[in-house]
């Protein structure tokens, strides 16, 4: 048996598939980023979830794909789980931005493939190898244009009173936003950054409202010109998308690419699809 995972920080898509390719079951599990989880917290997600209890025994290989996992350490630290865990398989652990590679791009292309989902990401393929001109720091420093770079623009706007009173007044109705609650999610609470990717949901429902509208094409330029811009061949080659927040702001972000005179490629709400058609041809 094949496992072929796709984990972002909110959650990792999992398929297995038999010796022949043909898909043998799907399953999900909570995201497993290895930056901000331990390995007591992997291990219970792992052994909750009841395919991969049951087969666990069966998995000869695993290829995993996953937000936090751009080091050495981290990939050392979740490879040392799956070997206990999947005691028969040979792992696997890249970096989530190959899953977005190669679900988007063809093998020999050349293109430059983001990553806007909970977390964000950018790297040029040059047909064969990776380039990344910006190491990523985490959600406190970087993530530009992500879900939870909005999320934590709105609850600033929302304390600083800078949200329009109509918008603020239902951003309160819909979510807790006593400081207690807040901070504590933040500082005391697993997964911080996740928790302020859920946030993102209301501007993207109130995305025709002139205050998010204009929230949006700021988050989505800035990514551009921090990430994007970072390329020589960022005007020549295209540039593909996958997450939630791509696909949810599809328009969005095909507008501001139209503004800088960018390509649009491919967007991917989950690249899990893709990585599934790469792996069958090596089987």
């Known amino acids: 048996m094949v496992l072929i995972v796709d984990s972002g920080a909110t959650k990792s898509d999992w398929i297995a598939?038999?010796?022949?390719?043909?898909?043998?079951?799907?399953?999900?599990?909570?995201?497993?980023?290895?930056?901000?989880?331990?390995?007591?917290?992997?291990?219970?997600?792992?052994?909750?979830?009841f395919e991969l209890s049951q087969n666990k025994e069966d998995v000869r290989q695993l290829y995993f794909y996953g937000a936090g996992c751009g080091t050495d350490r981290m990939k050392t630290f979740l490879k040392a789980i799956f070997k206990d865990f999947f005691p028969n398989a040979k792992a696997e652990v890249r970096?989530?931005?190959f899953a977005a590679i190669y679900s988007t791009t063809k093998i020999g292309r050349q293109g430059i493939v983001c990553i806007l989902g909970t977390g964000s990401n950018c790297s040029y393929y040059d047909g064969h190898q990776l380039i990344q001109k910006v190491t990523s720091l985490g959600y406190i420093l970087m993530d530009d244009g992500s879900g939870n770079f909005f999320g934590r623009k709105l609850i600033r706007d929302y304390y600083f009173h800078k949200m329009p009173q109509d918008l603020g007044m239902k951003f309160a109705k819909e979510y807790d936003l006593d400081a207690d609650v807040i901070k504590d999610h933040l500082y005391k609470q697993p997964n911080p950054n996740t928790y302020l990717a859920t946030f993102a949901r209301f501007i993207i429902e109130n995305k025709e409202h002139p205050y998010c509208k204009g929230v949006i094409e700021k988050g989505l330029q800035q990514f551009v010109n921090n990430y994007i811009m970072q390329y020589e061949l960022a005007t020549k080659v295209p540039v593909s998308f996958v997450g939630s927040i791509a696909h949810f702001l599809r328009d969005e972000l095909t507008a501001?690419?139209?503004?800088?005179?960018?390509?649009?490629?491919?967007?991917?709400r989950r690249p899990i699809e893709g990585l599934v058609e790469f792996h069958r041809e090596t089987i």
């Open 95 to 97: 970096e989530d931005t």
């Open 17 to 49: 598939l038999d010796d022949k390719g043909e898909q043998l079951f799907v399953t999900q599990t909570l995201g497993l980023s290895p930056e901000v989880l331990t390995k007591e917290v992997i291990e219970d997600r792992l052994a909750n979830n």
């Open 256 to 268: 501001c690419l139209e503004r800088n005179d960018l390509i649009l490629g491919v967007i991917r």
